[in-house]
């Protein structure tokens, strides 16, 4: 193989596997999102007096969520914690799994 078809073969093994990170398949996603059902409720449903993650818009769960994992807005109890737990990328992708879930 010459150095140029091998260069090349590496720029697409990492261009895909970028593509991967940015766009994790919907069960990959919903696993995620399964760890917030303890206590969110399942997919999101809320048992008052908790507010439900369903069906909020996913630019606020995002911006709550970045807030807590940077200490912007103290929680209460444990989001500080979780929120840490998870790259941007996980982040965004949760807020999209329960922004498209119905209340
Ligand atoms: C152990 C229980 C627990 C788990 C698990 C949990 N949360 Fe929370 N969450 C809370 C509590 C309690 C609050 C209220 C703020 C606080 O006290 O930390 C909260 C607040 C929030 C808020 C802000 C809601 C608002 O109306 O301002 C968002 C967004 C959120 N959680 C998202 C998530 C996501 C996404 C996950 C899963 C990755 C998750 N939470 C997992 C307990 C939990």
Redesign the pocket.
């Known amino acids: 193989m010459k150095i140029q078809q091998a260069v090349t073969a590496v720029l697409m093994l990492a261009a895909s596997a970028l593509a991967c990170a940015q766009t994790p398949d919907a069960l990959q996603v919903r696993s995620?999102?399964a760890?917030?059902a303890?206590?969110?409720g399942t997919h999101g449903q809320a048992l008052a007096p908790?507010?439900p993650?369903a069906g909020s818009p996913k630019e606020v769960?995002v911006q709550?969520?970045m807030d807590?994992k940077s200490g912007k807005v103290p929680?209460?109890?444990?989001?500080?914690q979780?929120a840490k737990g998870?790259s941007d990328e996980q982040i965004v992708a949760?807020?999209a799994y329960?922004a498209a879930q119905k209340r």
């Open positions: 995620w999102a760890a917030c303890n206590c969110h908790m507010q993650l769960i709550r969520m807590f929680s209460a109890t444990i989001m500080h979780l998870y949760i807020a329960f």
